[in-house]
C-alpha cells in the first residue's frame, strides 16, 4: 500500500515564487490535513479538508492555499513565497469518524524560500 | 485555544531501561483524543499509542503505555526494556473537532 504520497521530498523556491505542493492518498480517506513543522519544533496545521470540495482553516493558515477536487488529492499552494515559509511540511489522511480518527503521514516536503 | 505542553527538550535512557516522557495539555472539552508520536532521523510520524478521553483505562501498545490523568490533563508515556531503535523526537497531540496540536517535542537517546 502506498498510503499518503507526497511529492516533491525537496524544494528551494525563490522569494516571491509560487508552487504546489502535491498530496494523494490511496486509502478513500475523507479527511485530510496539511502541516508545517519549523525547526525544532511540533506540527502546526495549516489546512483540512473533511471531503471533497470542503476546506477550511487550521492554526496557521496565511500565505497559503488548497483545494480538494476529489478524495484522493489534497495540494497546497503557495503563493508569494516568503522566507518564513521555509519548513517541512506534512501532508496526513484519516478515516474521520470518532473512533478512527488516526492521522496517517506521508513523507514530508523539505521546503527551502531563498 | 487547545495547547499541549512538553517541558522535556531532551531525555536519555540507557538501553533495556524505562523512560517516562512527559506531556500536559490544556482544553475546555470533555471528548478529545490523545496521542503519542515518534519521528526518527527519517522524518516519518509514526503513531506509538492513542488514547480516548473518555476511557479511564490507561492504554498500552507492547513496551509502551500512558498514564492519562484527565483531571490534571497530563498524559505521559513510559517505555519499558527501551531499545536503540526507540531513539527519535516523540510528539504529544490533543485532537478535538477536527483540530491537532502538537507539543513541541521530546528528543529522546538511548544509549547502548
Known amino acids: 500500500n502506498a498510503g499518503v504520497t507526497q511529492t516533491p521530498k525537496f524544494h528551494i523556491l525563490k522569494i516571491g515564487q509560487s508552487m504546489t505542493l502535491q498530496c494523494t492518498q490511496d486509502m478513500n480517506h475523507n479527511y485530510m490535513y496539511w502541516y508545517r513543522q519549523d525547526p525544532g519544533m511540533g506540527l502546526k496545521l495549516i489546512y483540512y479538508s473533511v471531503g471533497a470540495g470542503i476546506t477550511d482553516k487550521g492554526e496557521v493558515p496565511n500565505g497559503y492555499n488548497v483545494s480538494r477536487s476529489t478524495t484522493e488529492d489534497f495540494p497546497l499552494r503557495l503563493e508569494l513565497a516568503a522566507p518564513s515559509q521555509t519548513s517541512v511540511y506534512f501532508c496526513?489522511?484519516?478515516?474521520?469518524?470518532?473512533?478512527?480518527?488516526?492521522?496517517?503521514f506521508g513523507a514530508g516536503t523539505r521546503l527551502s524560500v531563498l | 485555544a487547545q495547547t499541549v505542553t512538553q517541558s522535556q527538550p531532551e531525555m536519555s535512557v540507557q538501553e533495556a531501561e524505562t523512560v517516562t516522557l512527559s506531556c500536559t495539555y490544556d482544553t475546555s472539552e470533555n471528548n478529545y483524543y490523545l496521542f503519542w508520536y515518534k519521528q526518527p532521523p527519517s522524518r516519518q510520524m509514526i503513531l506509538v499509542i492513542r488514547?480516548?478521553?473518555?476511557?479511564?483505562q490507561n492504554a498500552t501498545e507492547n513496551r509502551f503505555s500512558v498514564n492519562f490523568q484527565k483531571a490534571a490533563k497530563s498524559f505521559s508515556l513510559k517505555i519499558s526494556d527501551s531499545q536503540l531503535g526507540d531513539t527519535a523526537m516523540y510528539f504529544c497531540?490533543?485532537?478535538?473537532?477536527?483540530?491537532?496540536?502538537f507539543g513541541a517535542g521530546t528528543r529522546l537517546t538511548v544509549k547502548p
Open positions: 497531540a490533543l485532537y478535538n473537532n477536527n483540530d491537532m496540536r
Open positions: 488514547q480516548e478521553a473518555y476511557k479511564q
Open positions: 496526513a489522511s484519516s478515516p474521520g469518524t470518532l473512533a478512527k480518527n488516526i492521522q496517517y
